[in-house]
């Protein structure tokens, strides 16, 4: 049952990025598409984001309100609705002209409100399902369930749309999973939680009342420190995967090479959290290891910033992608893990869900300022990005701010972030006074 459980949210956790993402990797061919700007194209990624962070709040509460079941079967049907919809824009019987985007961005919108149901609840799934000693792997395989959808995204869409034309049939196959995992969430999910409870926290689960956690959250400094560094972390990587094609394709690399740095970037990524997941399972040193990820990949992003500014640097940029995204992604599920160790007892959904609502908060900063700093290029030999009526955009201003914001997130993040495990602490207290009692039973002696 546990592994029919974790399954069936993995289909959602798949699918998001993929709903997200899918006109990222072909940004230019869908500008030209839908006659539309490329910062027009940028928006159906910002508006994840940017409805992620007031509904953030709203799905932490169903997870630790309503349950589990509940928030993957609404996500399920929020992310068919969106599939659907988008498809209207490309259907020609019904000469939308231009009004066609708009019903594309409408099925963005109704996509963006079910990601925070889904995205939120790997720990919550891994506190409920899995015992404490399999915690932080059965997070890690749900949450990197997230960045293998980018992957395939990244893949894909370039493979269905080698010209604007083929958009229509894109955007009809990204529906066909959409549709599947509707029915599957809805007829495979019959409980909210297991018949019998796998650790002591999920026994005597005592997670404080929503708006009671929200305050304990806000007034806790380890806590803080955590949602603002590795918010800002999420950020960043969120603005590299919706912008790799146009940072790129400016110093004359294809739409193709771009799908396959980001395809490196997550699939390098999965090792990388895999390898930690493991590592952490077995010696719970939770906070060493995220600081000298955390690290390791400012230093990847510097390398990228660097190299990414120079033609005929293939290899260069795949390794710099692959190492980015090994110690980057890393972090991702054992930042998740820590979240709900430092905030202990606050419930699962609210303490990694705030710290989703701040990601995006940031990243919506972040995708802002970076598009800001860009500068126009209205002509460049070497350029393969399709040109709108701007021109191409020159990125090296952006990239070196976004190096430069994540080397600081950092140096943060290392010096000023400490915390005790308090989840593991009072498991041990539980499990030391079952000891206690079962004791005290065998040593009373028999009338």
């Known amino acids: 049952m546990q592994h029919f459980v974790l399954?069936?949210?993995?289909?959602?956790?798949?699918?998001?990025?993929t709903l997200w993402l899918t006109f990222a990797p072909v940004a230019d061919k869908t500008a030209a598409?839908?006659?539309?700007?490329?910062e027009t194209v940028n928006w159906l990624s910002m508006v994840y984001?940017?409805?992620?962070?007031?509904?953030?709040l709203v799905a932490t509460w169903v997870l630790d309100s309503v349950g589990?079941?509940?928030?993957?079967?609404?996500?399920?049907w929020l992310n068919m609705v969106g599939s659907i919809t988008r498809m209207f824009s490309v259907l020609k019987f019904l000469s939308l002209g231009s009004q066609s985007y708009w019903y594309l961005f409408i099925g963005q919108c109704f996509c963006a409100l079910g990601q925070p149901l889904i995205i939120f609840s790997p720990t919550k799934l891994a506190a409920l399902w899995f015992p404490d000693h399999q915690r932080a792997t059965a997070n890690m395989i749900a949450s990197m369930s997230n960045p293998l959808g980018i992957l395939i995204a990244n893949l894909l869409s370039p493979a269905l749309v080698p010209e604007g034309k083929h958009i229509p049939l894109m955007l009809g196959i990204y529906a066909v999973p959409a549709v599947t995992a509707c029915a599957l969430a809805t007829l495979g999910i019959h409980e909210k939680v297991p018949p019998t409870p796998p650790s002591a926290s999920a026994t005597n689960s005592n997670s404080q009342p929503f708006f009671t956690g929200l305050k304990m959250l806000l007034r806790n400094k380890p806590y803080i420190i955590l949602a603002v560094c590795f918010g800002g972390g999420i950020g960043m990587f969120t603005c590299f995967?919706?912008?790799l094609e146009q940072i790129l394709c400016e110093k004359g690399y294809s739409n193709d090479f771009a799908g396959l740095n980001g395809a490196l970037f997550t699939v390098c990524g999965l090792l990388g959290a895999f390898l930690l997941g493991m590592y952490v399972d077995r010696t719970r040193k939770f906070i060493e290891s995220t600081k000298i990820s955390f690290c390791l990949s400012a230093l990847a992003s510097i390398m990228f910033a660097v190299t990414s500014r120079f033609r005929h640097q293939a290899i260069m940029l795949a390794i710099t992608?692959?190492?980015?995204?090994?110690?980057g992604f890393a972090i991702y599920?054992?930042?998740?893990?820590?979240?709900?160790?430092?905030s202990y007892p606050v419930g699962e959904g609210t303490s990694t869900g705030l710290i989703f609502v701040a990601s995006q908060i940031e990243g919506v900063i972040l995708m802002i300022l970076l598009q800001a700093l860009t500068v126009h290029?209205?002509?460049?030999?070497?350029?393969?990005?399709?040109?709108?009526?701007?021109?191409?955009?020159?990125?090296?201003?952006?990239?070196?701010?976004l190096a430069g914001l994540c080397s600081g997130m950092a140096c943060f993040y290392v010096i000023f972030f400490h915390t005790d495990y308090k989840r593991l602490r009072a498991e041990i207290i539980s499990a030391d006074l079952v000891k206690a009692e079962d004791t005290a039973t065998t040593d009373v002696p028999e009338s």
């Open 7 to 17: 399954c069936t949210p993995l289909s959602g956790y798949l699918q998001m990025p």
């Open 333 to 342: 599920p054992i930042a998740m893990e820590l979240a709900v160790e430092c």
């Open 49 to 56: 984001l940017l409805i992620s962070i007031p509904f953030g």
């Open 241 to 243: 995967s919706a912008l």
């Open 321 to 327: 992608s692959s190492l980015f995204g090994f110690f």
């Open 33 to 38: 598409y839908f006659h539309i700007s490329l």
């Open 68 to 76: 589990l079941r509940c928030a993957v079967v609404l996500s399920a």
């Open 377 to 401: 290029v209205s002509e460049d030999p070497f350029s393969t990005c399709t040109l709108d009526k701007d021109g191409a955009l020159d990125w090296t201003t952006p990239v070196l701010v």
